[in-house]
């Protein structure tokens, strides 16, 4: 399934990296990462840890109790849980939760709850009891001090580390290359940004209001976006600085054969990428990214596409067989 971002032009001047990670989304990722099946190393014994902190809190699992019900494992999440202007701390956040307008909570709660019947308290919930919102904000900061609080510095960090990634990128080949390379995209024609996503396709058209992107610690697998398309834009995907898996590398072999930076090129083609991004990816300048993009196409390697005003390219069978090594 894909997730389908279009632009407008005056949104590509509205890109924003978000200055730092967001505890309400981190807390409501963090209570998919609890329940997981399979998680990354760091999660899993972030997981441990948490279990022993939620079984010496005399309140926890009720209070986590309420944030599993409106958090299911698979399906969607109520969008009012991470609002747009939250801001940096979990009682600012937790505050914003609490002043939710009644008009919001009931769709919200109905895109979460369709195919399953709500317990009593969240239809009370739906239908604008204060209390019960007052409820959900409070577990939402005992749940920030159980799961996230202990392991806030070592998340940052993560975090910090992935948008020095991002302004890198950026300040190499502008917007295009910082686009082309989150984690997870699968195509950037200049118009349409193209991710992996979950269990439906999704389109979410900007039209103007711009796009923030916010890495973040507990995002695994895929990148997210909130449910309504009428709200602030946003994309969430899973921060790099080494604890997560990378794009693919080149093999040693393949290095001997087509030189490091077009074996490079080849093997950051295994997603598809523009010549910007091609260029952020594998560190080179956009001439030069260009020039082993054209050799490898006449070699059969990749295939490039034009989309408007850009290039698209990406590996043929005959180039995965070689960074397959088969």
């Not at 008009?103 to 239809?123: H, I, K, N």
């Not at 070592?154 to 991002?166: F, I």
């Not at 082309?180 to 940004?193: C, E, N, R, T």
Request: net charge neutral; charged share 20%.
């Amino acid at each position: 399934m894909t997730l389908r971002m279009v632009f407008d032009r005056d949104d590509l001047h509205r890109v924003r990296l978000a200055d730092g990670p967001d505890p309400l989304w981190e807390l409501v990722l963090s209570l998919h990462a609890a329940r997981e099946p399979q998680v990354p190393a760091h999660l899993a014994r972030w997981r441990e840890q948490a279990s022993i902190r939620v079984t010496a809190h005399d309140h926890a699992r009720k209070w986590l109790g309420i944030l599993f019900t409106l958090v299911p494992l698979e399906g969607n999440f109520p969008d009012f849980l991470t609002p747009a202007y939250s801001g940096d701390s979990i009682d600012a956040g937790s505050e914003t939760i609490a002043r939710t307008r009644r008009s919001l909570l009931r769709p919200d709660l109905e895109a979460v709850f369709t195919g399953r019947t709500p317990p009593q308290w969240v239809r009370e919930l739906a239908a604008g009891d204060h209390r019960r919102l007052t409820d959900v904000a409070g577990a939402m900061h005992t749940g920030y001090d159980v799961l996230l609080e202990p392991v806030w510095h070592e998340l940052t960090g993560t975090v910090g580390a992935d948008r020095r990634t991002r302004t890198d990128a950026l300040a190499r080949g502008g917007v295009d290359a910082l686009l082309g390379s989150i984690p997870g995209v699968i195509g950037w024609d200049g118009q349409v940004l193209e991710i992996g996503y979950g269990l439906r396709d999704h389109t979410v058209h900007l039209r103007g209001r711009g796009l923030t992107i916010l890495p973040s610690y507990f995002c695994t697998e895929r990148p997210i976006t909130l449910i309504d398309p009428e709200l602030p834009p946003v994309l969430v995907y899973p921060a790099a600085d080494g604890i997560q898996s990378g794009p693919r590398t080149a093999s040693a072999q393949l290095v001997a054969l087509l030189g490091r930076t077009r074996a490079e090129c080849l093997a950051a083609l295994a997603t598809t990428l523009t010549t910007s991004g091609l260029a952020a990816r594998v560190g080179t300048s956009v001439g030069s990214a260009s020039k082993h993009a054209t050799v490898l196409r006449e070699a059969g390697l990749i295939t490039t596409v034009r989309h408007g005003g850009a290039v698209r390219h990406h590996v043929t069978e005959l180039g995965a067989a070689l960074l397959d090594e088969r």
